[in-house]
T-cell receptor, first 114, second 114 residues
Framework: AQSVTQLGSHVSVSEGALVLLRCNYS??????LFWYVQYPNQGLQLLLK??????LVKGINGFEAEFKKSETSFHLTKPSAHMSDAAEYFC????????????FGGGTRLMVKP | GAVVSQHPSRVICKSGTSVKIECRSL??????MFWYRQFPKQSLMLMAT?????????EQGVEKDKFLINHASLTLSTLTVTSAHPEDSSFYIC??????????FGSGTRLTVV
């Protein structure tokens, strides 16, 4: 069975500071990995995804994530936080052998201080 | 890009009534529709998986007679919460697509049962 762990349910950074949201997964097969963002009272928006190929993946809004197989991690980063980045972020794994369903981490709420 | 239109975005209903949530895939065919539920401050949890023309597969602990899922066409799937109770108040979100094409989330429905 797959699982996804997001370290830190709340992360607070100052505007302009580095954003680092951690995600570790367990999977019996090479997974597809995703990061989603959810703004208040809105649906999920895909930030980026890793399927195959280059392990450093660039997404929208200046976010990127690096797949590290040896560490079973897919941490999300952004060099400089903006106030508009304040939202809930979810890491997810898709199991190709389980009907392509997504397994989500618990989410991390990012707060950006002025 | 692919869009899944989910309606309504918000609904308030009285305890004991039923509520139908629709997810329509626009410009693509959603062979599979996943239905998720998110309680406040929690992550998304998969409720059920439906494939067009087949009965939905429900996750453990999800009552199939309470959460009726219909996926009669490749562009429409519905979730009906029957005899809703306050504890059913949650954020419901669908994700539709197919193998090889990918999956897209709807914008979610916030259900409040009073």
């Amino acid at each position: 069975a797959q699982s996804v762990t997001q370290l830190g349910s709340h992360v607070s950074v100052s505007e302009g500071a580095l954003v680092l949201l951690r995600c570790n997964y367990s999977s019996s097969v090479p997974p597809y990995l995703f990061w989603y963002v959810q703004y208040p009272n809105q649906g999920l928006q895909l930030l980026l995804k890793y399927t195959t190929g280059a392990t450093l993946v660039k997404g929208i809004n200046g976010f990127e994530a690096e797949f590290k197989k040896s560490e079973t991690s897919f941490h999300l980063t952004k060099p400089s936080a903006h106030m508009s980045d304040a939202a809930e972020y979810f890491c997810a794994v898709r199991d190709k052998n389980a009907g392509n369903m997504l397994t989500f981490g618990g989410g991390t709420r990012l707060m950006v201080k002025p | 890009g692919a869009v899944v239109s989910q309606h309504p975005s918000r609904v308030i209903c009285k305890s004991g009534t039923s509520v139908k949530i629709e997810c329509r895939s626009l410009d693509f065919q959603a062979t599979t529709m996943f239905w998720y539920r998110q309680f406040p401050k929690q992550s998304l949890m998969l409720m059920a998986t439906s494939n067009e023309g087949s009965k939905a597969t429900y996750e453990q602990g999800v009552e199939k007679d309470k959460f009726l899922i219909n996926h009669a066409s490749l562009t429409l799937s519905t979730l009906t919460v029957t005899s809703a109770h306050p504890e059913d108040s949650s954020f419901y979100i669908c994700s539709g697509g197919s193998v090889g094409y990918g999956y897209t989330f709807g914008s979610g429905t916030r259900l409040t049962v009073v």
